[in-house]
């Protein structure tokens, strides 16, 4: 059996080098040079004048493509005069353009001899020349898409991705000043797979004309080749490419499957590789199932040691005077979990995280690091290591553990499982593709990505899920530590709020705690709690005003800059005065102003404001936010100041957790 399988797997190996060597481009079926030539020729009588014309035009490009990824060019007079310009890719480098440019010059000479209009693709730029003026005017005839010949398994979900990311990618690339006509992004696909995408517009068009072509662009190539992993649209005027490598930064398709490449043997290596196999395949049989027995009566052994242990820690864990939890599990009203059946062994969780290798860290949570890991059936896990100097102790882990695991709601994180060995203590989250908000919503090059209706489904996602904490959730939970860091993002860029290692239970119908200790950041952090210690479900309600502020303007509350002379410490205050003045439209991003009507921004601006006044008692609650954003025809009453300063902190930055005071914190007790 053995000899069989590696004549097979030998087989496979020839035949994908053989087939390898074979492709000049391992993505698409032709290559470069692309062209595009008219149909007429110059005029004979002006032959001689316009072809000198033209070579003083590709000469002097190409001169320029040493220093410039753009340029344009003319010659002659009216009657025989030439344009020219060319677009290289903004990730090459000059001397790759220039390269490009020059092998152009000598394709589109050699491809369309004497004619009046002519354009060449080469595989990172694009030159053309026409004897009429075409600098500035928007030309999306003959567009030519070219696919990669491998085909997608989930076409409609993949064309759903590719649009939504090449849609975004436009609007950065045409409105974004920065960015010059151009932009490149990346989403994650599936597990394995990541979406690498780039548009370009020549900069002779104005941003509407750039949007204009990228969509039409997109439009053509979603229309013919949805079902590719991956293709390239050809425009005069624009470019597009999206592949699931990351085509801009070097890589090739061939290059993610180098190791097939690499496996080639000769004919005599692959014969002796046969003879040893053969003779030893009943050594290795005999060996596999020896082991095979070993480790399945290690793993019974183990396992039932395991369970010994858990009952044991789960004694430990937390003090049942304190919590008012008497038994192992949480008794729900019609289900039974059973805090063992969440239980994830450490070891099973240093293979996942790789030892919490510092390249697997996600980031630094208030209570710990929180490591990216992967379990043995591939499925992708978020680790939340809590620091062994953490007054997060027993009682709160055990609080997070039992609570979090009956907390069920599609915009909250959601708790797989934990940990408790020795004085490690470890909570399992599912892990979230897109990671934070505050990754993409504060990235000036990602920011694009989020339209104004996804703004807007985030932000209704995050009430939603503070409204379930606050009311519809079997106890009742205060976050306290809401921002735009603890609201990850699944792959469709849906919201759920993360870390509830500072949510704490309040009993019965309790509606205000006073504590000793405060946690929180900088800039979210209601001023009665930072100042006082008091928290209420105004705290989350000032939290997410700050935080709707933060998504519908793309700025952060905090390192706020000054902008048109104003005296403003920080986001809420500019926000203030624009509203007092009647400018509060002077907020929006500027990303957004094609997609979000003038009326709605103001109302969610209005919103906002109510949520962060300075007595907690003005502001909303989570419930009355959801009908002031759902229902346009509500009056909302006029804001009174929000709180400029806030107090002591402790900031989220601060790395030096153990020195916080203690907790005063009420017994469980179910609504």
């Known amino acids: 059996m053995v000899h069989i399988i590696s004549v097979t797997k030998v087989i496979q190996l020839i035949f994908i080098y053989s087939l390898t060597a074979t492709l000049h481009d391992p993505a698409f079926g032709d290559s470069p040079p692309y062209n595009t030539c008219s149909s007429s020729a110059a005029d004979s009588g002006h032959a001689g004048a316009i072809y000198s014309n033209l070579k003083k035009v590709l000469i002097s490009l190409a001169l320029n493509a040493s220093a410039a990824k753009f340029s344009d060019a003319s010659s002659g007079n009216d009657s025989d005069r030439v344009y020219g310009l060319y677009m290289c890719l903004n990730y090459i480098s000059n001397d790759t353009c220039n390269n490009c440019i020059t092998t152009a010059t000598q394709d589109i000479t050699k491809l369309c001899p004497n004619k009046t209009d002519a354009i060449v693709w080469e595989e990172v730029c694009q030159l053309r020349y026409a004897y009429g003026n075409f600098f500035g005017q928007l030309d999306v005839s003959g567009n ?14 993949y064309r759903s991705v590719v649009n939504n990311t090449l849609n975004n990618l436009t609007k950065l690339a045409a409105f974004d000043p920065s960015n010059e006509m151009y932009a490149t992004g990346e989403v994650p696909f599936t597990n394995s797979d990541t979406l690498y995408a780039l548009v370009q517009c020549t900069k002779d068009l104005s941003a509407d004309d750039c949007d204009a072509c990228l969509n ?23 470019y597009l490419r999206y592949e699931l490598y990351a085509f801009y930064n070097g890589d090739t398709e061939a290059s993610v499957s180098v190791g097939n490449q690499a496996s080639g043997k000769s004919n005599q290596r692959r014969m002796w590789m046969i003879i040893i196999l053969a003779a030893v395949a009943a050594f290795l049989l005999l060996v596999v199932a020896s082991t095979g027995y070993f480790f399945a009566a290690k793993k019974v052994a183990r396992k039932r040691k395991g369970m010994v242990r858990k009952q044991i820690q789960l004694h430990k864990i937390g003090d049942a005077s304190k919590t008012g939890l008497r038994y192992q599990h949480v008794r729900g009203r019609d289900d039974d979990l059973k805090a063992q059946d969440f239980y994830i062994d450490l070891e099973t969780l240093d293979v996942a995280t790789s030892n919490f290798s510092d390249s697997n860290m996600l980031g630094q949570g208030g209570f710990g690091p929180v ?11 978020a680790v939340k290591r809590l620091s062994s100097c953490s007054e997060q102790g027993n009682a709160e882990f055990t609080n997070e553990v039992l609570l979090i695991l009956k907390l069920q709601h599609k915009n909250l994180v959601k708790l797989l499982g934990f940990c408790v060995d020795g004085d490690e203590k470890l909570l399992v989250y599912e892990f979230m593709p897109n990671s934070s908000l505050d990754a993409i919503l504060f990235d000036p090059r990602k920011r694009g990505l989020l339209c104004w209706s996804k703004r807007i489904n985030i932000v209704n996602g995050i009430v939603k899920g503070i409204l379930y904490l606050h009311e519809d959730s079997r106890l009742r ?69 700050v935080l709707l502020i933060e998504i519908i303007t793309g700025r952060r509350n905090t390192g706020f800059n000054q902008s048109r002379g104003a005296t403003a410490p920080n986001l809420l205050a500019y926000a203030w005065h624009l509203w007092n003045e009647g400018n509060a439209l002077d907020l929006i991003d500027p990303l957004l102003t094609d997609t979000c009507s003038p009326d709605e921004f103001l109302r969610y601006i209005h919103i906002g404001l109510l949520c962060v006044q300075e007595d907690a008692f003005d502001r909303p609650t989570m419930s009355s936010v959801v009908v002031m954003l759902q229902g346009e025809t509500i009056t909302l009453c006029q804001p ?14 601060d790395n030096n957790y153990c020195s916080v005071n203690g907790l005063t914190i009420s017994d469980l007790s179910p609504r």
Do not use: W
């Not at 306290?480 to 239970?505: C, E, Q, T």
């Not at 200790?517 to 209601?526: E, F, H, K, L, P």
């Open 640 to 653: 009174q100041k929000p709180a400029f300063s806030f107090g002591r902190v402790t900031d989220d930055d």
């Open 371 to 381: 490591y990216k890991g992967v379990l043995s059936d591939g499925k992708e896990i």
């Open 477 to 545: 939970i205060i976050h306290r530590d809401l921002k735009a860091s603890n609201v990850l993002l699944d792959y469709d860029m849906n919201p759920k709020i993360s870390d509830f290692g500072m949510a704490r239970i309040f009993a019965g119908s309790e509606g205000e705690v006073n504590t000793a200790r405060i946690v929180g950041t900088y800039g979210y952090m209601a001023p009665e709690y930072a100042m006082e210690g008091l928290y209420s479900i105004k705290s989350d309600v000032f939290s997410f005003g």
């Open 144 to 157: 030519i898409p070219k696919y990669n010949r491998k085909n997608i398994s989930e076409p409609e979900r």
């Open 216 to 238: 039409k662009a997109i439009a053509d190539i979603l229309s013919c080749c949805y079902f590719s992993r991956g293709a390239r649209l050809l425009s005069r005027s624009c």
